[in-house]
Structures are given as C-alpha cells and as structure tokens.
C-alpha cells in the first residue's frame, strides 16, 4: 500500500519568502510518481510539479522546485518568493506504475498555508 | 479553465435522494477517474474508467455507481444518500502515458 504523509497542517510564511512543505511517502513500488496539487479557497486542483522516482534531476517549475530525497523517502515542496496568492492548501500525492497502483493517486492530508505582508 | 469540464457546481439535496454528477474530460484523455473530498476522510480515489471500461476501482460505495459513454463523458450516480456523502465530487482525466492528472472544478455535494 502506498501512504503519504504530510506533518504540517499549517504553515505562515512572509511575502517574498522561501517556504518548504513536507512530504514524505511509502511504497513498495520500484517506480513511481510524486506530485504537488495546490487547492485555493475555491477549490479547484492545480498541478504544480512532477517528480518521477527515476529522475535524477530535481524537478523546478517556475517558482516551484521539488526537493526529491530518495534514499529518505521524501518529496518536500519549495515555493520561492512568496506571493500573497500562494496562500491555499497543497497537497502532495503519489501514483505508482506496477499493475494494479498505476491507476489512482494518493493524497496526503494537506497544508495549508497562509502568505503575509 | 482546466480542460475538464463538471457539472453541475454545486448540489443540495435531501437524505434518501439519488443524484448524478457529469464529467467531461480533456479534449483527448481517455482515462476519467472520480474522487471524493470530505473533510474526516481527505481525497480518496473511487473509480477509474479508460476509454469506456472500469479500470479500477477505490473506496467506492455500493451506492455509488459510475460509467463513461462513448463520447468519453463520465457520469458518478450517487444513490441512497446520507448525510455523510456531502462532499466535494471531483473528476480527473489524463493522456495514455501522460504522468499528469487534469482535474475539473469539483461538485460540491450537501444533503440535508
């Protein structure tokens, strides 16, 4: 089964910040993908960034990098210069691609994070 | 706008009810997965349908059924309802091999 784990349900961070989410996972997979959702308060689900358990490269999105810790099992998210639009919920989520798992993504609980002037 | 399209946005409706909330994917995905939002049980996974066959299945409900049509629309029929259903209803689709999930808007589901 696969699990993910986000420790931090809230987060403040000032303006123009660096903020890092924390997400750690489990699988028993060999190959799998590790994603970063961001839920404002209307709701909908914005694709961040994508990391795949092969990739030797950590992946960067524009003001969004991945830091990806194999070995530790860990996918924590980092937003630089923060922007008062940043404040939402993020998710982090996982899909492996052995038979059976490839299909649905699991979600940790989320965090929630508050941008300030 | 996403892509995906669902409807309708939000749904109110009373214990016993049975609704259907519509999805239409990304103009050529031809996976469409559900998944439910409430705030005891976070996003769970439902139901997965690929090109008009159940591809996998979550923490479905008996209650709850769902196809996609020819067209590649999904509908998820809710049936019996409680008030534990209420929750946010939300669609995804992806391309064959893509490693991304488009996800619709949401149905933001009350019953009272």
């Known amino acids: 089964a696969q699990k993910i784990t986000q420790t931090q349900p809230g987060m403040f961070v000032q303006e123009k910040e660096a903020v890092t989410l924390d997400c750690t996972y489990d699988t028993s997979d060999q190959s799998y993908g590790l994603f970063w959702y961001k839920q404002p308060s209307s709701g909908e689900m914005i694709f961040l960034i994508y990391q795949g358990s092969y990739d030797e490269q950590n992946a960067t999105e524009g003001r969004y990098s991945l830091n990806f810790q194999k070995a530790r099992k860990s996918a924590n998210l980092v937003i630089s210069a923060s922007q008062l639009g940043d404040s939402a919920m993020y998710f982090c989520a996982m899909r492996g691609r052995n038979t059976g798992t490839a299909s649905k993504l699991t979600f940790g609980t989320g965090t929630r994070l508050q941008v300030t002037l | 706008d996403s892509g995906v399209t669902q409807t309708p946005k939000h749904l109110i409706t009373a214990t016993g009810q049975r609704v259907t909330l519509r999805c239409s994917p990304r103009?050529?995905?031809?996976?469409v997965y559900w998944y439910q939002q409430s705030l005891d049980q976070g996003l769970q996974f439902l139901i997965q349908?690929?090109?008009?066959?159940?591809?996998a299945k979550g923490n479905i409900l008996e209650r709850f059924s769902a196809q996609q049509f020819p067209d590649l629309h999904s509908e998820l029929n809710l049936s019996s309802l409680e008030l534990g259903d209420s929750a946010l209803y939300f669609c995804?689709?992806?391309?064959?091999?893509?490693?991304?999930?488009?996800f619709g808007s949401g149905t933001r589901l009350t019953v009272v």
């Open positions: 103009s050529g995905d031809l996976s």
């Open positions: 349908y690929y090109n008009g066959e159940e591809r």
């Open positions: 995804a689709s992806s391309a064959t091999g893509s490693n991304g999930y488009t």
